[in-house]
């Protein structure tokens, strides 16, 4: 709406039919690529944005944060900026009841094991409906994993800010990056 060229890379064709649906009702047009990110065309993109801009809870569907980042860093153009902003690796070791936060540790912080978890919102689905959705892999990463990962792909962090959930819990709930090429 602001004038903007966009493109999304997503590996899931529901959600480009739901995007291109909203771009229509928002009179805009966008670029919608259906691709597991590692298949994305790099004689096409590499070098291709101006910026990159990453939320919603993506790292742990990413069992290689370093080769994800490094995929990142050749995407953007040079002075090209990435926007990161992802859900906080504290949130999972504590459980959220009534707006009050438990202690009892849900994981260990440090696994680095992959893990088969649920496609994101299948809870909002009715149960017979559930059962056709297929499990994810996912890896739940540090938060010196993330910062790392972004530092030796060569970006360099210009900002880090920790965020508080809807409910204004005492500790981060997610987490924004911003770091230049």
Known sequence: MLGADVTVFDISEENKKYALELADSANVSIQYVVTDIYDIDLEKY????????LEGGILHYFNDIEKFMSLLFSLLKDDGVMILSDFHPLRRCFVSSN?????????????????????????????????????????????????????TSGFNIKKFDEHRGWENENIPWEFTIVANK
């Open 99 to 151: 707006s009050q936060i438990e202690y009892p540790i849900q994981q260990n912080y440090f696994d680095e094991e992959l893990h088969s978890g649920d496609v994101a919102y299948k809870h909002y689905f009715d149960e017979d409906e559930q059962q056709d959705f297929p499990d994810v892999s996912i890896r739940l990463y540090t938060l010196s994993e993330i910062i790392n990962s972004v530092i």
């Open 46 to 53: 590499s070098g291709h944005f101006d910026m990159l801009y």
